[in-house]
Every structure is written in C-alpha cells, then in structure tokens.
C-alpha cells in the first residue's frame, strides 16, 4: 500500500491477556517506530528499529512489552498480561535511510477491561 | 536531557483569525524540529521542519514556523485558519533517529 498500515484498528481486551499488534511498514524504509500515546498525552517512544540492527528498546516501559521485526518487514508489538493503564493508541512510524521524515499509521486503539 | 514544551493544552479561534502555537525545547545542539498535525482518527501528518538554514521555515497548509534559538522556540503560525485545521499539533525535537515529542495542543476554530 501507499502508507503505514496497522491492525487491528480497535482492540479490546481483557486485563491479564495478552495482545499483538501488527504494523505494515511502507515499502523501502529502513527504520521503524512504535509510539504509545494516552489519553490526552504526547506520543511516548517505546522502541526504534534500522535496518538489522540491534533495535532501541530504551523507551519500553515494561518486560511485558516487546517487539519483533525481520529485516525491513513487518513488525508486531506485543503486550503480555495486560493492565488497564496499557489503555493508548498505539502508532507505528517507519522512515527512509536517508530521510528525516517519519510517516505515521492509523494507530491501534487498545482498551483493556 | 531532549524535552519539548507545549503550554498551550487547547487553543480556540475563530475562522479566519491568525493563529500562533508555541513550542519550547531544550536539547543539547542544534536540533531537528518538526511540527506535526493529527486529525480526528488520523495518524500524525507532517506539517514542516526545521535543519538549518533559513531560520523561517514553510510548510504545507499555508502553515509556517520560526526558529529562535536565544529562545529555544519553534512557534507554528498561520495568517488566517479554516475550519479543517481543527486538529491536534504536536511539536518534535531531536536528532532523525530519535524524536521527542511535545504534549500537543488542540486547535478548535469557532465558525
């Protein structure tokens, strides 16, 4: 596609469950973005990927949060044992090499119950 | 430490009115700003940057911005808004790989 995709757009959940979030990242960029953003919050950074490097998981906010991409492919976050305080969107953002622009997805609207 | 200020939570105008948002950072070079816009529903679009250069920047939208370094100030401005620019603004600083990203402020535009 043209843009950033992610799926599901909505999801809720159950406390204590685990979830998995998919972003599909426009063709050819290298590095790749997940962002959290509460409820009337700023984006908070959560982890950074380029290319096959060691990613930047420096902004994830517990063990129970992790990521995994393959080379410039897709990416899934997961949320392991939910809480209610997990409740944000959740946006992707994938950039060029060579480029300082992130391009940003839809987001995931995650509720937990 | 990067950090970004917005001290603007929510911001209402009317139509056709000349708007400024402000943004302050604190970042220990010279930093890439950016400014980005997300509209109900939407992911975040960008709307112009800051590298070097030409310290007024233009942007898409008939938006621009200001770099002030004694002021460590990035202020958004447009002469006259419409009513499709109600939306939330959020201001970034940092380097490409890493951005941070402001609290945001939310544009309402009264008819």
């Known amino acids: 596609g043209a843009g950033v995709s992610q799926s599901p757009s909505n999801k809720v959940t159950e406390k204590g469950k685990d979830v998995e979030l998919r972003c599909d990242p426009i063709s050819g960029h290298t590095a790749l973005y997940w962002y959290r953003q509460r409820l009337g919050q700023g984006l908070e950074f959560l982890i950074y990927?380029?290319?096959?490097?060691?990613?930047?998981k420096s902004g994830l906010p517990s063990d129970r949060f992790s990521a995994e991409r393959t080379g410039e492919s897709v990416s899934t976050l997961t949320i392991q044992r939910t809480q209610q305080e997990d409740s944000a969107v959740y946006l992707c953002a994938t950039r060029r090499t060579v480029s300082y622009e992130q391009y940003f997805g839809p987001g995931t609207r995650l509720t937990v119950t | 430490a990067q950090s970004v200020t917005q001290p603007d939570i929510h911001i209402t105008v009317s139509e056709g009115a000349s708007l400024e948002l402000r943004c302050n950072y604190s970042?220990?070079?010279?930093?890439?700003l950016f400014w980005y816009v997300q509209s109900p529903g939407q992911g975040l679009q960008l709307l112009l940057k800051y590298f070097s250069g030409d310290t007024l920047v233009q942007g898409i939208k008939g938006f621009e911005a200001e770099f002030k370094r004694s002021q460590s100030s990035f202020n958004l401005r447009k002469p006259s808004v419409h009513w499709s620019d109600a939306a939330e603004y959020f201001c970034?600083?940092?380097?490409?790989?890493?951005?941070?990203f402001g609290q945001g402020t939310r544009l309402t535009i009264n008819p």
């Open positions: 990927f380029q290319g096959n490097s060691a990613p930047d």
């Open positions: 970042y220990g070079a010279t930093p890439y």
């Open positions: 970034a600083v940092g380097a490409p790989q890493k951005l941070v």
